[in-house]
Structures are given as structure tokens and as C-alpha cells.
């Protein structure tokens, strides 16, 4: 069953290394274009408006992609050690597991929904 897991040691390094580059990439396009402040801005400033906001987003989604299979790969490599030997409580694994998978969601909601400026109409409509 861990037959696919050979090798996959470089996954953690790929995510680490893939969206340190994503934020270092997006803040260098958003300098270069005159959209942010060169020092410190925010990270979601970096990522606003358009051409950095389709960098980051990719960047994101494909680092989501990637932390989704670093909590599969620890959840098997887990879940193979409670075999031999009481490492954890499965049920802990589980949750981890779910916990993580969540959060690689949440981190592809952030790259796909990016803050946009949005006007919002202060009218009173006079028929309510």
C-alpha cells in the first residue's frame, strides 16, 4: 500500500519552496508595476489586482494542491506506524488529516477570491 509513498519526501520541500515563491514572485510583480509600496506591504496587497492577483492565484491553488498531499502522505505514513507499534489514536489522524484538508481548502478560497475594491450605494430607497 506505501509503494506510492516512495519518494514523496519532496513534497513538503515542494510546498515550502512553491509558495515562498508564489509571495516572493507576487510581491516583485506588484513593485515592478507600481501597485504596492515597496516596503512591507501586505501580502494580500500583493495579490489585488491583476497581473499579480492571476500569479498569486495560480501560485495558491497549486500550493493548496500540494499541502492536500503532504496530509494524505502523513496520514498513510501514520497510519502505517500504528500498525507495528501504538504511535497515535487513529481517531487523531483522522482529524488531522480532515483539519489539514481544510485548510488546504481555505487556501484555495483565498487564491480564487482575491479583496476587490466594491461600491456599495448609501441611497435610502423611499417605498420600504
Excluded at 54 to 73: E, K, Q, R, V, W
Excluded at 93 to 118: D, E, K, P, R, Y
Aim: proline share 5%.
Amino acid at each position: 500500500m506505501l509503494c506510492f509513498l516512495r519518494g514523496m519526501a519532496f513534497v513538503p520541500f515542494l510546498l515550502v519552496t512553491w509558495s515562498s515563491a508564489a509571495f516572493i514572485i507576487s510581491y516583485v510583480v506588484a513593485v515592478l508595476s507600481g501597485h504596492v509600496n515597496p516596503f512591507l506591504p501586505y501580502i494580500s496587497d500583493t495579490g489585488t489586482t491583476p497581473p499579480e492577483s492571476g500569479i498569486f492565484g495560480f501560485m495558491i491553488n497549486f500550493s493548496a494542491f500540494l499541502g492536500a498531499a503532504t496530509m494524505y502522505t502523513r496520514y498513510k505514513i501514520v497510519e502505517k506506524q500504528n500498525q507495528t507499534s501504538y504511535f497515535s489514536t487513529p481517531v487523531f489522524n483522522l482529524v488531522s488529516l480532515v483539519l489539514g484538508l481544510v485548510g488546504c481548502i481555505g487556501m484555495g478560497i483565498v487564491a480564487n477570491f482575491q479583496s476587490v475594491t466594491l461600491r456599495i450605494s448609501t441611497e435610502i430607497n423611499d417605498d420600504i
